[in-house]
């Protein structure tokens, strides 16, 4: 059996519960919710509803408002689209963004004349330098802040409570791009000065593909960048101002929020804490046997508690695909290479035009795959 090692991109397998609640509401509950007064469709309405309040809960927004995507790209894009931007807005950002960011953040540069400025980080401990951010903040004033929370690429955690409070002096929008951190990551006690959070229910919450979204604190108003039917509200031509039918649009995903549900009712049992500390032991099992080889850099910082469970690696006299090509062929571990979506933090690294072999490690992982990714690299060493 091939062992999976690209949990940074999905997790997988799912839980049973989601994989069952899935199935359950394909066959028995797979109606359009919102749009009819039968059963049903009432018992679909109270299945998004309760979705809505156990994210909430999971991501500790106590009355935060949570608004359900399609996927983190589009909320994404819903969120840095939907503010009121103006010529010359400065926006401070991380060098280890997705594109689903870094595009998003070109665009507005290309087209509103908006000002990205680079929060800095030391590349080689891999350490936020806050004090010199402070100076920064203090010196060019930032309209907004908008920060991953975990890097997809190398696992480092963003210290996003910190710089949060920093930018609340200067009532800066803060924006946090979720999809590897929560809920895994729970906030705390910033949930008023993190206006918007981006979640992603197929990988940290172990969720089905087709459901994602983000929770505002209702503090700083959205345009629309999407239009058409919401199920109420339907004598308006313009959109709602009511959240969230401001900004969902369509018919809801009832089975994708089916195995949401599912899924945050599974890692409430599990305990979301057993499993951020299963995979930093994984993680701390990997860094350890890997640094035994000379011919691999690892690139990760000294502090294993500032990442999650994800790591990227290079091995000399090979290129990522290559590496990731013998790990599959030859011993069935699959790995993701190349730029994972984030060529910024590639040049950040110093590791284009390549990139790296990322492993991902999710709850499902065992020591044992640890031990073969381990003794496979050693191999490829030596061959």
């Known amino acids: 059996m091939d062992i999976y090692l690209d949990n940074a991109a999905t997790t997988f397998p799912k839980p049973e519960p989601v994989i069952n609640a899935v199935t359950d509401c394909m066959k028995n509950g797979a109606i359009n919710a919102g749009r009819g007064a039968y059963p049903l469709a009432r018992k679909a309405d109270r299945l998004i509803e309760a979705t809505r309040n156990s994210v909430a809960?999971?991501?500790?927004?106590?009355?935060?408002?949570?608004?359900?995507?399609?996927?983190?790209?589009?909320?994404?894009?819903?969120?840095?689209?939907?503010?009121?931007?103006?010529?010359?807005?400065?926006?401070?950002?991380?060098?280890?963004?997705?594109?689903?960011?870094?595009?998003?953040?070109?665009?507005?540069?290309?087209?509103?004349?908006?000002?990205?400025?680079?929060?800095?980080?030391?590349?080689?401990?891999?350490?936020?330098?806050?004090?010199?951010?402070?100076?920064?903040?203090?010196?060019?004033?930032?309209?907004?802040?908008?920060?991953?929370?975990?890097?997809?690429?190398?696992?480092?955690?963003?210290?996003?409570?910190?710089?949060?409070?920093?930018?609340?002096?200067?009532?800066?929008?803060?924006?946090?791009?979720?999809?590897?951190?929560?809920?895994?990551?729970?906030?705390?006690?910033?949930?008023?000065?993190?206006?918007?959070?981006?979640?992603?229910?197929?990988?940290?919450?172990?969720?089905?593909?087709?459901?994602?979204?983000?929770?505002?604190?209702?503090?700083?108003?959205?345009?629309?960048?999407?239009?058409?039917?919401?199920?109420?509200?339907?004598?308006?031509?313009?959109?709602?101002?009511?959240?969230?039918?401001?900004?969902?649009?369509?018919?809801?995903?009832?089975?994708a929020t089916a195995g949401l549900y599912a899924a945050c009712g599974w890692l409430q049992e599990t305990g979301i804490a057993n499993i951020r500390e299963h995979e930093r032991d994984l993680l701390k099992r990997t860094v350890e046997g890997l640094a035994e080889y000379r011919d691999v850099k690892m690139f990760i910082s000294n502090n294993l508690e500032n990442h999650l469970g994800t790591l990227s690696f290079t091995v000399e006299g090979y290129t990522a695909q290559e590496v990731g090509m013998i790990l599959s062929q030859e011993f069935r571990i699959s790995t993701r290479t190349g730029l994972h979506c984030a060529p910024l933090a590639h040049e950040f690294l110093g590791t284009l035009p390549h990139g790296t072999v990322r492993i991902g490690y999710g709850f499902f992982n065992t020591k044992e795959d640890v031990e073969s990714l381990i003794n496979a690299v050693g191999i490829i060493i030596d061959s």
Request: glycine share 10%.
């Open 57 to 255: 809960s999971l991501l500790n927004y106590k009355d935060g408002q949570v608004l359900l995507s399609a996927s983190a790209t589009l909320a994404l894009n819903q969120v840095l689209l939907g503010i009121n931007w103006n010529y010359g807005d400065i926006i401070y950002t991380t060098s280890l963004e997705h594109n689903s960011v870094s595009r998003v953040l070109r665009h507005l540069q290309d087209t509103l004349g908006v000002k990205i400025i680079t929060i800095p980080i030391n590349a080689k401990t891999l350490e936020y330098d806050l004090e010199a951010l402070k100076q920064m903040f203090n010196k060019i004033q930032p309209k907004a802040v908008v920060m991953t929370h975990v890097s997809n690429v190398c696992g480092l955690i963003t210290p996003v409570k910190t710089i949060a409070e920093m930018a609340r002096a200067y009532e800066a929008i803060v924006v946090v791009d979720g999809a590897q951190g929560g809920p895994l990551l729970p906030l705390e006690g910033v949930q008023e000065d993190v206006d918007f959070y981006i979640f992603s229910g197929h990988k940290t919450f172990y969720g089905p593909f087709g459901i994602a979204g983000f929770v505002t604190n209702g503090k700083v108003p959205l345009t629309p960048i999407i239009f058409g039917g919401t199920g109420s509200h339907s004598e308006l031509l313009s959109m709602p101002e009511e959240l969230p039918f401001r900004h969902e649009v369509g018919s809801s995903n009832i089975v």
